[in-house]
């Protein structure tokens, strides 16, 4: 099956298979294929698009399906070169932390008093079981939220659902109205749902700092007999 996402026609997807058993028959989907002409129309006349095509599905690689224990949504990618790279929130090392992955970092040293990081790379808390996911997994340099409307919501909108429908004990952390929309189909009963302000330096201090989050989640992990998630230490 070729990928819907890639100028090249002949690759693959780039699923972990317990996402492709639950997801593939998604690229088939007519949103799928228009998204794809899309995305190659965009790369033959030359526009720069976040993140290299090789972490469009960065977050499903990091995080297999089987392994999910809290979600992160998040609106975009970021739009500056070097930014994005498949994790929401997240950016390589090296690269300085934009502002709302610095009010995060806070929220974490104020929640559980670990000490910030000298980087900004999320993908320690990926491995763990934490899927980072945007809503819209692509965008045009320096244009935000120019691929929404496109069809990637269409299919991370089906993310949450078979989450929501087909796993227990989740925690999904919901930051702004947007996130929060996409959360409303997350089933209240068979999971956690932490909803705050977004940490946007717009909007952090009418509620993301100190909502508690970070604490809350592993406290639900641990009594439901889910290993915690570890959000510091030196490794991270």
Not at 43 to 71: C, D, H, L, M, Q
Not at 72 to 87: C, K, R
Not at 99 to 125: F, M, T, Y
Request: with cysteine; aromatic share 10%.
């Amino acid at each position: 099956m070729a990928s819907p996402t890639s100028a090249d026609p002949g690759r693959r997807i780039d699923l972990e298979p317990g996402w492709l058993a639950e997801l593939g028959s998604e690229f088939e989907q007519p949103y799928m294929q228009q998204l794809r002409a899309f995305l190659i129309a965009e790369k033959r006349r030359g526009v720069e698009i976040y993140p290299a095509a090789a972490n469009w599905f960065a977050a499903f690689r990091s995080t297999p399906f089987a392994a999910v224990k809290v979600v992160i949504l998040g609106q975009d990618p970021y739009h500056g070169p070097g930014q994005a790279h498949g994790l929401c929130f997240s950016v390589p090392r090296g690269v300085a932390p934009p502002p709302s992955l610095v009010n995060i970092l806070a929220e974490l040293e104020r929640d559980l008093g670990l000490p910030r990081p000298a980087h900004g790379c999320l993908d320690r808390w990926a491995k763990q079981g934490v899927l980072l996911l945007n809503s819209v997994l692509t965008v045009e340099q320096a244009h935000a939220a120019s691929h929404q409307g496109k069809g990637w919501e269409t299919f991370t909108d089906r993310v949450v659902e078979v989450l929501s429908a087909r796993c227990e004990h989740l925690v999904f952390m919901l930051w702004g109205s947007y996130a929060q929309r996409k959360g409303r189909i997350v089933d209240r009963s068979r999971h956690l749902v932490l909803v705050s302000p977004h940490p946007s330096p717009l909007s952090a201090y009418r509620g993301f700092i100190g909502n508690g989050h970070f604490s809350s989640a592993n406290r639900y992990l641990a009594d439901n007999g889910i290993d915690p998630v570890d959000w510091g230490s030196e490794a991270y």
